[in-house]
């Protein structure tokens, strides 16, 4: 069982920035991979960013360069450090955890926290 809790997302103007942070109920390094997630209306959820237990981490094209998953493992804690926000950034970011349970892995779901860049 794993409990998510995220920071408030933030209301920001388009080239700024806002940092998301999620925080775990259990030991990370014992999560096989951690993640954001967002969902935009009418739009899918979308993966943006992950970090694996190992530490090796994966974007989606359209956040290279602009965002940064990182973690802090003392706090059992990842964050989405946002730059350069643009207006289709604006979406609903959900913070997930990926364990694998014998030979299932199962998913955890934080609360979403709502970013809107405005133009």
């Known amino acids: 069982q794993v409990q998510l809790v995220e920071s408030r997302g933030g209301l920001v103007q388009a080239g700024g920035s806002l940092r998301l942070s999620c925080a775990a109920s259990?030991?990370?390094?014992?999560?096989?991979?951690m993640g954001w997630y967002r969902q935009a209306p009418g739009n899918k959820r979308e993966l943006v960013a992950s970090i694996t237990s190992s530490g090796s981490t994966n974007y989606t094209d359209s956040v290279k360069g602009r965002f940064t998953i990182s973690r802090d493992i003392a706090k059992n804690t990842i964050y989405l450090q946002m730059n350069s926000l643009k207006p289709d950034d604006t979406a609903v970011y959900y913070c997930?955890?990926?364990?694998?349970?014998?030979?299932?892995?199962?998913?955890?779901w934080g609360q979403g926290a709502q970013v809107t860049v405005s133009s």
């Open positions: 997930n955890a990926n364990v694998l349970i014998n030979t299932l892995m199962r998913a955890y």
């Open positions: 259990r030991n990370i390094l014992s999560i096989n991979v």
